[in-house]
Structure formats: structure tokens, C-alpha cells
């Protein structure tokens, strides 16, 4: 099942490990593997590609991170099939995303001689690029019946969904405000209007697909594989003005 009908898809770069995620999870269906189950998959996947970063096994950690980027797809593909949606799973899932993402930044401080300063800079690049990204794609899900387990507006805690427990639901989106709550505040000052504005063209969610995680995952494996680890966090810091251009375009339709 996709996460919008078949007539509003798009070509996401960033969502290039969909095929191999989608035969996971149809392989975990008939399981007792939950989309949690595959989210802790993805979670050690990361933490192990970073290690390899930190020791410079750099083929090592482009595989556990493009293997990272495929499960964190997965868990998603296995609650659609099993029609488990979860607010604890879609919380969960973003708040290890972001530290995973704040920890590849301090390995990529710790292997070269960028300031950190720098460093995290980059990584609230990202985070402002993926938010972007993902604000306009969950407008494009609600606006055309597609899957609503994300909100365009994370405001009130939810209420939990069958088979999760409102308690652990009232934690995550917590943890979740906490870390996000800045980044959505921001591209909403930046482009409050997008949820009543006309549909963006496909061209334009190709191109800001690009914000994906996954194409940032894919792109710094890229990076290291081919020794340009030094010019990683200088890519990301440059590529996060498209951030506005994106918006201008936007609000030129």
C-alpha cells in the first residue's frame, strides 16, 4: 500500500530502497515481527554504520546506512500491510531518526578537521531540509486520501490507535516536540499558506524529495566511498539554502 494513490505519485529520490522494503515486510507479515521490531533493526543498523564511520570502514558504513534508510522503510511498509498504524511507532521512528542524524554528524566532526561548530550547523540543515520535505508531502497525503498516520500540524498529543498504549503515545510526541518542535515552528513561519495552496507538481516533489533522508544518507555514502569526507558537512551547509528556494517556487504557484 503507498502512502498516497497511485495517481498522485512522484518520483522520490529519497525512496529508493522501497522495492527491497516493501519484499521485507511482506516477508514479515505473516510473522510475529512488529513495525517496532524493524524500527530497532534500523536503529542498530545506524548506530553500526556510524561506528564504522568513527573506525573508517568506509564501504562498511555506506552499507549500514543505506541499510538503515531501506528499514526505516520497512517499518512503515510491515504496519501498512498488517494494518497496524501506530502514533508510538511513527514517533518512535522520527525521534531516533534525528539522533541518529545528530550522531553521523559527530562522527564526520570526530574523522575530520571541520569545526564542530560547522558540524552542527550541517545537521540543522538537514533536519530544516527534512522537515521541509516532509511537511509538504504530508500536506500532499491528506490533501489527497493517502495515509494519515502523520499530521500536517504536530499540535495535541493523539489519541492512541488499537494494540498501543496511550501512555508510551503521550512520551513519544513529547520526546518528539522537544526535538522537531523548532523546525516545524520555523518552515511554518516560512510557508504557513502551503496547506491551502494548490497541489504541488510532481517535478517540484521530485526535487525537493531531495531533502529525503534517505538521498541524505545516500549522498554522505556517497561522500565517504569516494574520499570526500572533508566536504560532507560543506555540501549540506550549502544545499540547505535551496530550503528558501524551494519555498519561493512554491509560492509562486
Known amino acids: ?49 556510524i561506528a564504522c564511520i568513527i573506525f573508517g570502514y568506509y564501504w562498511a558504513a555506506a552499507f549500514f546506512l543505506l541499510s538503515k534508510s531501506i528499514l526505516d522503510a520497512a517499518d512503515g511498509e510491515l504496519a501498512r500491510v498488517k494494518n497496524t498504524p501506530s502514533y508510538t511507532g511513527r514517533y518512535l521512528d522520527s525521534v531516533a531518526d534525528i539522533l541518529l542524524n545528530l ?23 538537514i533536519q530544516l531540509q527534512g522537515t521541509l520535505y516532509n ?37 513519544l510526541f513529547k520526546i518528539y516536540k522537544a526535538l522537531y518542535g523548532v523546525f516545524d515552528k520555523i518552515i511554518y513561519a516560512l510557508d504557513a499558506k502551503a496547506s491551502t495552496g494548490k497541489r504541488l507538481p510532481n517535478i517540484l516533489m521530485t526535487a525537493i524529495s531531495t531533502f529525503g533522508l534517505g538521498f541524505q544518507l545516500l549522498i554522505i555514502s ?14 549540506f551547509l550549502w544545499y540547505s539554502l535551496m530550503v528558501f528556494v524551494f519555498i519561493g517556487i512554491r509560492k509562486l504557484l
Open 1 to 49: 500500500m503507498s502512502k498516497v494513490p497511485k495517481e498522485y505519485k512522484f518520483l522520490d529520490l529519497s525512496d529508493y530502497g522501497r522495492p527491497i522494503a516493501r519484499r521485507i515486510a511482506n516477508s514479515l507479515k505473516e510473522t510475529s515481527y512488529t513495525p517496532i521490531d524493524v524500527t530497532i533493526w534500523f536503529i542498530i543498523s545506524g548506530l553500526i554504520g
Open 103 to 125: 550522531l553521523i554528524f559527530i562522527a564526520l566532526w570526530y574523522i575530520t578537521e571541520v569545526h564542530f561548530l560547522y558540524c552542527f550547523l550541517s545537521f540543522l540543515g
Open 135 to 171: 511537511y509538504y508531502y504530508v500536506i500532499l497525503r491528506n490533501s489527497v486520501n493517502g495515509d494519515t498516520t502523520s499530521r500536517v500540524f504536530e499540535t495535541d498529543i493523539p489519541l492512541a490507535l488499537k494494540g498501543e498504549k496511550q501512555k508510551d503515545v503521550n512520551l
Open 222 to 235: 556517497a561522500m565517504l566511498v569516494s574520499g570526500y569526507k572533508e566536504y560532507i558537512v560543506s555540501f
